[in-house]
C-alpha cells in the first residue's frame, strides 16, 4: 500500500513539474515591439527616444513623429516593456495605459504640449500667420 503510494505521488509531480514547464515562457533577447506615443515635434522625438534608451535592456529606440509609433528592440530578460512605457511617461510623453502625471507633462517644452490643439495645429501649419 505504501509503495502505491509513494509511486502514485512520484506520478502526480512529474505531471505537476511538466505542467509548470509548460506555463513558463522564454524572454527572448531581440523582441521587436511597437506602440504609439503622444508627441508632435522633433524635440518630442529626442526625448522619447532617450527615455526608451536609457531603460536597461532597450537596444534600439525610433520613434516616428507623423505615425506617434515607437519601435524597439528590447532584451526582455533584462527589462519588460511595461518599464519602457512607464519611462516614457515619466518624461511627460503619454504611452497606451501609461498616462504622464501633470508635473511631467508640464515639464516638457511649451512647443511640446501635445495635449494642447492650438499647439498642435501650430506644428501642422494650421496656425501660421496669412502673408498680405
Same mark, same amino acid.
Given at each position: 500500500? +505504501? #509503495?502505491? /503510494?509513494? %509511486?502514485?505521488? &512520484?506520478?502526480?509531480? @512529474?505531471?505537476?513539474?511538466?505542467?509548470?514547464?509548460? !506555463? *513558463?515562457?522564454?524572454?527572448?533577447?531581440?523582441?521587436?515591439?511597437?506602440?504609439?506615443?503622444?508627441?508632435?515635434?522633433?524635440?518630442? +522625438? #529626442?526625448? /522619447?527616444? %532617450?527615455?526608451? &534608451?536609457?531603460?536597461? @535592456?532597450?537596444?534600439?529606440?525610433?520613434?516616428?513623429? !507623423? *505615425?506617434?509609433?515607437?519601435?524597439?528592440?528590447?532584451?526582455?530578460?533584462?527589462?519588460?516593456?511595461?518599464?519602457?512605457?512607464?519611462?516614457?511617461?515619466?518624461?511627460?510623453?503619454?504611452?497606451?495605459?501609461?498616462?504622464?502625471?501633470?508635473?511631467?507633462?508640464?515639464?516638457?517644452?511649451?512647443?511640446?504640449?501635445?495635449?494642447?490643439?492650438?499647439?498642435?495645429?501650430?506644428?501642422?501649419?494650421?496656425?501660421?500667420?496669412?502673408?498680405?
Amino acid at each position: 500500500m +505504501k #509503495k502505491a /503510494i509513494f %509511486i502514485f505521488s &512520484l506520478i502526480f509531480i @512529474g505531471f505537476s513539474a511538466q505542467a509548470q514547464e509548460m !506555463k *513558463t515562457v522564454k524572454k527572448k533577447k531581440n523582441t521587436k515591439v511597437a506602440f504609439k506615443v503622444d508627441g508632435i515635434c522633433g524635440m518630442c +522625438k #529626442k526625448r /522619447i527616444e %532617450i527615455a526608451a &534608451l536609457k531603460t536597461k @535592456g532597450v537596444k534600439f529606440a525610433i520613434w516616428d513623429v !507623423k *505615425t506617434h509609433q515607437i519601435n524597439l528592440i528590447l532584451d526582455e530578460r533584462k527589462a519588460s516593456l511595461n518599464t519602457v512605457k512607464q519611462n516614457i511617461a515619466n518624461v511627460g510623453h503619454d504611452v497606451e495605459n501609461f498616462i504622464a502625471t501633470d508635473k511631467a507633462y508640464n515639464s516638457v517644452h511649451p512647443c511640446c504640449k501635445y495635449r494642447d490643439s492650438n499647439i498642435v495645429l501650430d506644428h501642422e501649419g494650421g496656425l501660421k500667420k496669412k502673408k498680405n
